[in-house]
């Protein structure tokens, strides 16, 4: 089963790589505000259905793929096709 | 008569690059310094355990996270928990974030650039087993030289530690955007400390500073007490 894991810099933590594209972008001309940068993590998980996949994959966020302590994660699941 | 010489094992980690320094350094101050490859799952018999500082796998993911998966670390987990004075220096302070032996994470540098320079510390505590040869208030310098050193904990736990005098070496001046200008702290129970600052590359005048020996020496001294009290 397809997984797609967001992990995004909580809200209220600095994020200097976030600044700096923005002023970037402005520099270009664009009215943005609030960028961002977190990570996407792409996975293939072997388990037999969804709720056991997501269980994994939570695992997965607390013990590597996120820091809690600035890192927020949000996890998608692709249900294979019928 | 010579006085005993602690054992102190130096963690070496792929993509470590100051393991060779601090194992120098370390035999220099009279320590008999020894490496511990990342994938041994028990530690040797050892008074001290140095994490040295470097890129260990690469820094991929977050600086830190995948070598705290590493066998060797568990067993650095348990020494630490047993007592045992374990000093991480640059990725080895951030590892020891990761493994949660120490508060906090290291964060990209507010400016984004990488931070390469002696730098002045305040030593704010001195009865720690890092820092007992060095004198309360004192200014140290030490180059630091990374990317990620921008310590950060939440407004709570950053009040905690520093109620419980958790901070030992502070920046005298703004370095990398670090939370306070914590530069270097140690555990509640103070046998495990973390800097980002690298000792070992300031153990010779030749080097620009021997400021780096005082903790260094520190360590060596603290390990020797704890191996003639074990003999």
Not at chain 1, 59 to 66: D, F, I, K, V, Y
Not at chain 2, 106 to 116: A, G, I, K
């Amino acid at each position: 089963m397809k997984a797609t894991v967001l992990v995004r810099p909580k809200q209220g933590i600095l994020d200097p790589q976030g600044q700096a594209v923005e002023s970037s972008l402005r520099q270009l001309g664009f009215s943005v505000d609030g960028a961002r940068i977190g990570r996407v993590v792409d996975l293939e998980v072997d388990a037999a259905d969804a709720a056991t996949a997501r269980t994994q994959v939570e695992q997965m966020c607390e013990q590597l793929l996120a820091n809690p302590l600035i890192e927020s994660y949000e996890i998608e699941l692709a249900e294979p096709p019928a | 008569m010579t006085s005993p010489q602690p054992r102190v094992g130096v963690l070496r980690f792929p993509g470590a690059c100051d393991d060779r320094d601090a194992l120098w350094a370390l035999s220099a101050l009279d320590a008999e310094a020894v490496f511990v490859w990342h994938t041994e799952t028990e530690l040797p018999d050892l008074d001290a355990v140095v994490l040295p500082g470097g890129f260990s796998y690469g820094d991929y993911l977050r600086c830190g996270a995948i070598a705290r998966f590493a066998p060797a670390m568990e067993a650095v987990v348990e020494y630490a928990n047993a007592g045992g004075f374990v000093l991480g220096i640059c990725n080895g302070f951030q590892i020891l974030c990761e493994a949660g032996l120490l508060p906090g994470v290291l964060r990209r540098n507010e400016s984004l650039t990488f931070v390469c320079r002696d730098v002045p510390l305040v030593v704010e505590r001195t009865d720690t087993p890092f820092t007992v040869r060095c004198e309360e208030g004192q200014t140290l310098t030490i180059p630091v030289k990374h990317g990620e050193g921008n310590w950060y904990v939440d407004d709570d736990g950053h009040a905690e530690l520093e109620a419980r005098r958790q901070v030992v070496l502070r920046y005298a001046e703004p370095v990398n955007g670090s939370r306070n200008d914590v530069a270097g702290v140690v555990n509640e129970r103070g046998n495990v400390m973390g800097l980002m600052p690298h000792p070992e590359h300031a153990v010779d005048p030749l080097l620009g500073s021997a400021d780096g020996a005082l903790m260094l020496s520190s360590l060596v001294e603290s390990a020797r007490a704890r191996f003639v009290a074990t003999v």
